[in-house]
């Protein structure tokens, strides 16, 4: 097993976090750990012949909590198991393709009723008008450098609900990459600086050595 400091270390680039819960798989075939503090469960399902897995890791102070897909030649990492992947561990496999295999095998874990959900312990700064809501997440690595994740939901009668995730990689303001919408990086920096700068006059967001991040609780 990968200890979690392995996986910060690696996933210095993005994560995703669905507002809200967080999800953890039950204990499906046994568990194992490599410190008396780390649990692991996994599932197994198949896709066109090919064989997969979804490994759930868990701490018990939930410090440290993740979610891998592995295949034979990849492995990704959903680092606040949010249902997205936030990058690829291992192997060339492109995080798209890699997110329909997950999405799949989630969707047999809930069909099971094998799925938990938790509430998670994250610093996230929360801004809805309008019918959009706008959710900053700050994510601070223990072996890694501090990064934001900025996501839209925009639930307007007027338009079909959609997702929009972008990352600011080094928290600094500007964003970095774009994990999940059609929107580019220049049309949606205009709005995150904005939000921004409402977290910061709230003192919900605070700035230190340079870096915008949702003030700890």
Partial sequence: MRNTNGVTRRCERASAFCAGFLLSLLMLYGCASQKPQLNASQYRFTINDEAYRIRSISSQDKAESYNELIGSEF?????????????????????????????HGLALVTKENKLRIRMPNVDRYTHSADGVLIEITSFRPAHAPPFNEFRIVDNRPVVCQRLTIMVDQNAD???????KGSSELEEVQPQYAEVLAAGLQKGQLVKV?????????
């Fill in 209 to 217: 050595n340079g870096k915008i991040l949702v003030k700890e609780k």
């Fill in 173 to 179: 303001g500007t964003l970095d990459k774009v994990l």
């Fill in 75 to 103: 492995v990704a990492a959903d680092l606040d198991q949010d249902r997205t992947l936030d990058c690829i561990l291992m192997g060339e496999m492109s995080l798209d393709e890699a997110q329909k295999i997950y999405e």
